[in-house]
């Protein structure tokens, strides 16, 4: 037999953290603001949506397994801005924050989404958080709520 199983994005009694890096703040307050508002507009309950502030995207990761693994949230959503500089720094931390929150999920089995911008210059990140480039931190916010729903959905078919 041949099923599909989709999700729709419906927020209503979620709960909801909002992970965020302060590097770059500039950029990771409107991503928080993006996301939040795709959440309230998907039916999400402000009062459900925490908002969780670390110093740099390096440590967003950490952040999100302490999270995950509180039981406090149906998911969390990563945010932050990582600019490519004249050293090699980016590259090392974009990987590991990318690793680390894809490691995340999969041990706690809670969506945890990546809205971690990664540009080379800052016009970059301003396209990709409410400029022609969209907005990452509420595509973020959106996949996590169709995760939790898909998951959710999973669940009913085992």
């Known amino acids: 037999m041949n099923r599909t199983i989709s999700a729709n994005l419906d927020a209503s009694g979620k709960r909801l953290a909002l992970l965020a890096a302060r590097w770059n703040d500039f950029i990771t307050q409107r991503l928080v603001d993006g996301a939040a508002d795709a959440l309230l507009r998907h039916g999400a309950d402000a009062a459900r949506i925490e908002r969780v502030w670390v ?9 999100a397994q302490a999270l995950a693994r509180s039981g406090r949230y149906d998911a969390v959503v990563c ?4 600019l490519r500089g004249q050293t090699a720094h980016y590259d090392l931390i974009a990987a590991e924050v990318a690793k680390g929150i894809a490691q995340v999920a999969l041990a706690t089995g809670v969506p945890v989404t990546f809205g971690v911008i990664t540009a080379d210059t800052l016009e970059q990140a301003v396209d990709r958080c409410g400029g022609k480039h969209g907005h990452k931190g509420a595509e973020a ?14 669940g009913r078919q085992a």
């Open 141 to 154: 916010a959106l996949a996590a709520v169709e995760m939790v729903n898909v998951l959710a959905a999973i």
């Open 55 to 63: 110093p740099g995207s390096f440590e967003i990761p950490l952040a």
């Open 79 to 82: 945010l932050g801005c990582l």
